[in-house]
């Protein structure tokens, strides 16, 4: 079956580090892969997405390419600011060909970045 | 245009207690997702609605879970009766007809059951 595997956190950073959340997957077909966010007090937002192998996705400074090689979509962001602390979901769909959209996802990695 | 929006956001109920949960779609959204996430545990599926229609029920824990969605509009998952391992939050998500569109997620409902 389908399945993802993202690192455990706490990740804590200070500000201005380099970010790298990693997550590997496993599932048949050709899967889309996505990370999503979850600020404190709010609902799951789409940060980024990658529909087919060696796309990169990329928003707010964040950026994951999908490799399939390696099954892996691992979440980057260069120089991490305060307002990056949440927790981070790594998720794939299920192949087109399935019909509908529905989302495996990982744990979760918290982030905390500090001043 | 409002998102996708879920009541209540927090619930305690005691073990063997009746709770429904309410989600309402964005409007036109005809794909409606319910998935639960226990702590510290992933998030996951439970079932996909099209319009009023159950397309998919595979993550259902059991039947003492209950999903349905009038007219294809909101959507309640009602748990009855409630056990301890039925705590986490509830996240209800929709998009729109057809495949591969992106799905809206709402703030989640936290239940725990005591």
């Known amino acids: 079956g389908n399945s993802v595997t993202q690192m455990e956190g706490p990740v804590t950073l200070s500000e201005e580090a380099f970010l790298t959340i990693n997550c590997t997957y496993t599932a048949t077909g050709y899967p889309s892969l996505f990370w999503y966010v979850q600020y404190p007090g709010e609902g799951l937002q789409l940060l980024l997405k990658?529909?087919?192998?060696?796309d990169k996705g990329s928003n707010k400074g964040f950026e994951a390419t999908y490799r399939k090689e390696t099954t892996s979509f691992h979440l980057e962001k260069g120089s991490v600011q305060v307002s990056d602390s949440a927790v981070y979901f790594c998720?794939?769909?299920?192949?087109?060909?399935?019909?509908?959209?529905?989302?495996?996802f990982g744990k979760g990695t918290m982030l905390l970045v500090s001043p | 245009e409002a998102g996708v929006t879920q009541f209540p956001s927090h619930s305690v109920i005691e073990k063997g207690q009746t709770v429904t949960l309410r989600c309402d779609p964005i409007?036109?959204?005809?794909?409606l997702y319910w998935y639960r996430r226990v702590m510290g545990k992933e998030i996951k599926f439970l079932l996909h609605?099209?319009?009023?229609?159950?397309?998919?029920e595979s993550g259902m824990p059991n039947n003492r879970f209950l999903a349905e969605r009038t007219g294809g509009t909101y959507s309640t998952l009602k748990v009855q009766p409630a056990e301890l391992e039925d705590s986490g939050v509830y996240f209800c998500a929709s998009s729109q007809k057809g495949r591969g569109t992106e799905a809206f997620f709402g703030q989640g409902t936290r239940l725990t059951v005591v």
């Open positions: 609605f099209v319009k009023e229609s159950k397309q998919d």
């Open positions: 998720a794939l769909r299920r192949s087109e060909n399935s019909g509908y959209s529905t989302l495996t």
């Open positions: 409007s036109g959204h005809d794909n």
């Open positions: 990658a529909t087919k192998a060696d």
